[in-house]
């Protein structure tokens, strides 16, 4: 029970700052992302996000940041075993079956609900 509060209250600890990130400065959502993700990698790289991430469990491996550091674990591996391709090719092998779920669980989403454009 108490892995779900740890992760519950660091997820939130996250999602409220990104929330007064975007309520306090001009920044728009899609550089917020983009933010997150690359702090994500940047922390990977410095060897800080996974001893984090083991901690907090699912509230610190699920947000944009846990994406970040996916890709920076794949980009290490694979540049260590293919060298400089591995750069290309290292974070979409170790994120492959994320993106697939989204795409393919948002297109389900956009089927069964019918969404509509706004006036």
Do not use: D, H
Not at 29 to 57: D, Q, S
Not at 68 to 97: D, H, M, Q, R
Not at 107 to 119: A, D, E, R, T
């Amino acid at each position: 029970m108490m892995e779900l509060i740890k992760a519950f209250l660091v997820g939130g600890a996250i999602c409220a700052a990104v929330q007064i990130l975007l309520n306090k400065t001009k920044l728009m959502p899609g550089r917020v992302m983009v933010l997150l993700v690359t702090a994500g990698a940047v922390l990977g790289w410095l060897g800080i996000y996974e001893p984090f991430a083991k901690w907090a469990g699912a509230g610190a491996s699920v947000p944009l940041l846990g994406f970040g550091n996916t890709l920076w674990k794949g980009v290490a591996k694979s540049l260590g075993e293919e060298g400089f391709l591995g750069i290309f090719k290292g974070g979409l092998t170790a994120a492959s079956a994320g993106i697939a779920g989204a795409i393919i669980f948002g297109y389900l989403g956009s089927v069964i609900f019918k969404p509509k454009m706004k006036s």
